[in-house]
């Protein structure tokens, strides 16, 4: 039988067509980081501070890639003489990489470094700030599609940033190398680069607050039926936003949102999302005119050391823009109420699915929110245990007298949702917070 208890609404009360699996993430990589790091000592060598990462940060960024089946050898090497500002280039003063002999550049540091040079290896230094446009970034790192990356957090706690900060920021920064954005498939030139319903460390909005701490705060997610971690690249899953129709009682499609701000859940509203993690926040912003779409970043990254020749890459790489500054990270944080920053842990893999559903969808279901279930008996053959289903708010008419679920399960409803079987179309309705169907054999029956 079914265990239920409280965390959303869900109301318990047969057709031909397509069905295909989740899509899958990309082939199995076996990807290779080498990591220079600064250390600024006094005139006695004593350290007065050292962008070493730890072997936990470097863990926990390998872990997020073994849960998807990658393998990810990260080497902390060599220290380096501090620079307090590693130089743009000067024939390029949009990036600090590419040929330049310029006095401390990264050109010449790796070259006088780089201990696997001419294999497949990512070049990557720990250093303190860099200069882009003539100007001194606060940014937290730099990275360019291609074999070049560093993480700067010289302007940060300490000047050598939190174990998260370093963490979060050495994948996201790898995640440039591999070819992802800022804002997904979206430009970010227009959209901005924080998208808030792109579950990823890509994203300005979770790079250093995690995806699932970000999401809770937010109120985007409910706190027990998700499935997200603090380190992470999307799977692209989750429900676009139309910023002109910003349905509260469906929110996010997960959990509800009051989108004005103004303590209720009704009607709809129209602001301007892409401003989240500047000024205050969307309460107080303008009507917007974007839509946000979420990005499978798992099924879309590349390896370019290993697709490409050495001067094939040097003619295709490009410098991405600088990662979030300090300034707005604290903008961002000082607009929606502090937030507080999780804990480095190395996360356990989690092995459910997010997948969503809508009575009555006609076209070809995957699971994601842009292709939804129609029926429970539609999603359960390729929901995995464990997976969080989320129902939008409908009546759903399951064919037989029998719903059998031989797998654990989490159901929960955004919106009242009507579960029937095809000899039960007038079962009463019974309310409940949350359908769990722990390991076992559970039924809904007539």
Not at 333 to 339: D, T
Not at 382 to 391: A, D, I
Request: proline share 5%; aromatic share 10%.
């Amino acid at each position: 039988m079914l265990r239920r208890t409280t965390y959303i609404t869900l109301t318990v009360v047969a057709c031909a067509l397509v069905l295909i699996p989740f899509a899958e993430t990309a082939s199995a990589l076996t990807m290779n980081i080498e990591i220079d790091y600064m250390v600024l000592r006094d005139q006695n060598n004593n350290i007065l501070h050292s962008h070493r990462p730890n072997q936990s940060e470097v863990d926990a960024v390998e872990q997020m890639f073994a849960c998807k089946g990658h393998n990810l050898n990260i080497v902390i090497d060599d220290e380096i003489p501090h620079v307090q500002v590693i130089p743009q280039n000067p024939n390029d003063k949009g990036t600090i990489f590419g040929i330049s002999f310029a006095t401390n550049s990264f050109y010449l540091m790796k070259l006088a470094n780089f201990d696997n040079a001419g294999g497949d290896w990512h070049y990557c230094i720990f250093g303190h700030q860099y200069q882009r446009n003539d100007d001194t970034t606060s940014s937290s790192g730099l990275a360019e599609f291609g074999d070049d990356l560093v993480v700067t957090l010289g302007a940060f706690t300490g000047q050598i940033g939190t174990p998260f900060d370093r963490a979060s920021t050495l994948a996201h920064e790898f995640g440039h190398n591999l070819g992802l954005s800022h804002c997904g498939g979206m430009d970010c030139g227009i959209n901005g680069p924080g998208p808030i319903l792109m579950p990823s460390i890509m994203s300005y909005n979770f790079q250093l607050d995690g995806v699932r701490s970000n999401l809770l705060c937010l109120g985007l997610a409910p706190e027990s039926a998700n499935l997200f971690k603090e380190m992470d690249f999307s799977e692209g899953r989750l429900c676009s936003l139309y910023e002109t129709d910003l349905m509260e009682w469906f929110g996010t499609g997960m959990v509800s949102v009051d989108w004005d701000c103004d303590g209720s859940i009704s009607g709809t509203a129209s602001y301007s999302l892409d401003s989240v993690y500047l000024d205050d926040g969307w309460c107080n912003e303008s009507s917007g005119s974007m839509i946000w779409v979420d990005y499978d970043e798992w099924a879309n990254i590349t390896d370019p050391v290993q697709a490409y020749t050495k001067s094939e890459l040097d003619a295709i790489s490009y410098t991405f823009e600088p990662c979030i500054s300090y300034e707005e990270i604290e903008a961002k944080r000082a607009a929606r109420g502090a937030c507080p920053q999780p804990t480095l842990t190395t996360e356990s893999c989690i092995g459910g699915d997010i997948v969503f559903l809508r009575s009555g969808y006609g076209g070809v279901p995957t699971g994601a929110c842009v292709a939804p279930y129609p029926t429970l008996t539609n999603a359960i053959p390729f929901s995995s245990n464990g997976s969080v289903l989320y129902f939008r708010e409908g009546q759903y008419n399951e064919p037989g007298s029998n719903l059998i679920i031989e797998k654990p399960l989490i159901m929960t409803s955004v919106g009242n949702s009507y579960i029937t079987t095809s000899s039960t179309p007038n079962l009463a309705e019974e309310t409940i917070d949350s359908t769990v169907v722990p390991d076992g054999q559970g039924m809904v029956e007539e």
